[in-house]
Nanobody, 122 residues
Framework: QVQLVESGGGLVQPGGSLRLSCAAS????????MGWYRQAPGKQRELVAA???????NYADSVKGRFTISRDNAKNTVYLQMNSLKPEDTAVYYC????????????????WGKGTLVTVSS
């Protein structure tokens, strides 16, 4: 079994910073892309940032210049450094990983964490 566990969410004032972490564990042969998504109340889940195994990154326009995604391949962990937070960043943040959990091509799958709540409010 594969698990993704997020941490680092919480309440922060506008303009503040938070760092989210997501550790993947279990039967993991290889992790390809990892990413962060978020879902605000009443809205659809959206991509925030993604990073490939080679380190290429992609960001939503709304977070460019404020958020930074990074990963530690040795620890199977992805991070999201969030700076200059705004009230509209309030959401549940979900970790996602595209990984191979076994030796066969069919063992490639898409996995999700349970989410961590980020609230930006004064």
């Amino acid at each position: 079994q594969v698990q993704l566990v997020e941490s680092g969410g919480g309440l922060v004032q506008p303009g503040g910073s938070l760092r989210l972490s997501c550790a993947a564990s279990g039967s993991i042969f290889s992790i390809y892309a990892m990413g962060w998504y978020r879902q605000a109340p009443g809205k659809q889940r959206e991509l925030v940032a993604a990073i490939t195994s080679g380190g290429s990154t992609n960001y939503a326009d709304s977070v460019k210049g404020r958020f930074t995604i990074s990963r530690d391949n040795a620890k199977n962990t992805v991070y999201l450094q969030m700076n200059s937070l705004k009230p509209e960043d309030t959401a549940v943040y979900y970790c996602n990983a595209d990984l191979q959990s076994g030796p066969y091509p069919a063992d490639v799958g898409d996995y999700w964490g349970k989410g961590t709540l980020v609230t930006v409010s004064s």
